[in-house]
């Protein structure tokens, strides 16, 4: 079983900074690619950012302001956000997909539970 645990969400005011971790555990073979999604409410799951190995992907709304980045040795994915604005208020999910691990055939795609993240004044 794997599992994806996020952290460092919170209140933050406009133009501030928050940095998302997300730590995948459990018989870990290897990952594809690691990626975080945002869920507004009243509105439909949007990615946010990709990572792989190629070149991150951003989605146009935080390109500039958003940094991926992932600890290979400790299945870890970061999300640097900056300048953030009021509309980036969402929990935000880490996503692993391509997951293979020592105990289950076949590659998989999880999800962590979520974190919320709230910019306001």
């Known amino acids: 079983q794997v599992q994806l645990v996020e952290s460092g969400g919170g209140l933050v005011q406009p133009g501030g900074s928050l940095r998302l971790s997300c730590a995948a555990s459990?018989?870990?073979?290897?990952?594809?690619?690691m990626a975080w999604y945002r869920q507004a409410p009243g509105k439909e799951r949007e990615l946010v950012a990709i990572?792989?190995?190629?070149?991150?992907y951003y989605a146009d709304s935080v390109k500039g302001r958003f940094t991926i980045s992932r600890d290979n040795a400790k299945n870890t994915v970061y999300l640097q956000m900056n300048t953030l604005k009021p509309e980036d208020t969402a929990v935000y999910y880490c996503n692993a997909y391509g997951v293979v691990t020592t105990s289950t055939p076949g590659a998989y795609d999880y999800w962590g539970q979520g974190t919320q993240v709230v910019v306001s004044s």
């Open positions: 990572t792989n190995s190629g070149s991150p």
């Open positions: 459990g018989s870990i073979f290897s990952i594809n690619g």
